[in-house]
């Protein structure tokens, strides 16, 4: 049965894509990029010959049906972004969701993705987390950074370098100045750096150097209430000695 691979291309260091995702790449009879030129240099790097296709946020609409088709009629297709694993913060869902509602085969390979490293470096905890991606360029990004204020997990974004310091600016207004934060950068590439403090230490260090790449910030989630009760201490929110105190 022919099928969509779902294929994480490598988010700055070659070396990262897996021997399954090159094989994928070889054996499929076309490849959906996001951006022809860079999925072309990658093959290039892995000698690799296969017919390209556009696959990207301003067609995606219009072609994803005539893709479904195309598969369904017998021929394999894999799905690539620029960098990291389709469909987060990139195409591929729409398309993902028709070939599943046409009834084509799906399989997602494992590999990159910029938010998984930068979480676990961060020094925060990683059993509960929320991804937010990309905040709103302009129209409600206030109100979504608003809707978490009282987010108790820690929260991973994307953000552009020329909306770094901006970005850093409206988390102090609404975590607080004294919010934990980890910021990194061009992971996995040569200059890469992470930035750890709080958010106002993290903002000045920005604000004195110029952001520059692709960059994963790491929020600390809002410190649960803490309650003491003579030795006893309780987590709770509202603590149900509290009445008694």
């Known amino acids: 049965m022919s099928r969509l691979y779902i294929v994480p291309t490598p988010i700055g260091n070659l070396d990262d894509i897996t021997l399954r995702a090159v094989d994928v790449l070889r054996r499929v009879d076309f490849i959906l990029a996001e951006d022809t030129r860079t999925t072309l240099f990658l093959l ?56 599943v509602e046409a009834g084509i085969e799906v399989e997602t390979l494992p590999g990159a993705t910029a938010l998984i490293p930068a979480l ?56 607080g100045p004294d919010r934990p934060v980890s910021v990194s950068r061009e992971l996995t590439k040569k200059f890469e750096e992470t930035v750890r403090g709080t958010i106002a230490e993290v903002l000045e260090h920005f604000r004195a150097n110029e952001p520059r790449g692709e960059f994963v910030l790491v929020v600390a989630g809002r410190p649960k209430a803490r309650h003491r009760r003579d030795e006893n201490e309780c987590e709770c929110e509202a603590c149900p000695n509290d009445a008694e105190a």
């Open 44 to 99: 290039k790097h892995l000698g690799i010959e296969k017919k390209l296709y556009s696959h990207h946020k301003f067609n995606e609409h219009a072609t994803v049906r005539m893709v479904a088709e195309t598969i369904a009629a017998g021929r394999d297709a894999a799905l690539v972004s620029d960098a990291g694993t389709p469909g987060i913060s990139d195409p591929g869902f729409l398309l993902v969701r028709t070939c």
């Open 120 to 175: 676990v470096q961060s020094g925060f905890p990683c059993d509960r987390f929320c991804f937010e991606g990309f905040l709103p360029q302009k129209k409600g990004r206030s109100k979504q950074l608003q809707r978490l204020a009282d987010e108790e997990r820690t929260m991973i974004f994307y953000e552009s370098p020329f909306r770094v310091v901006k970005c850093l600016e409206q988390f102090a207004e609404v975590f």
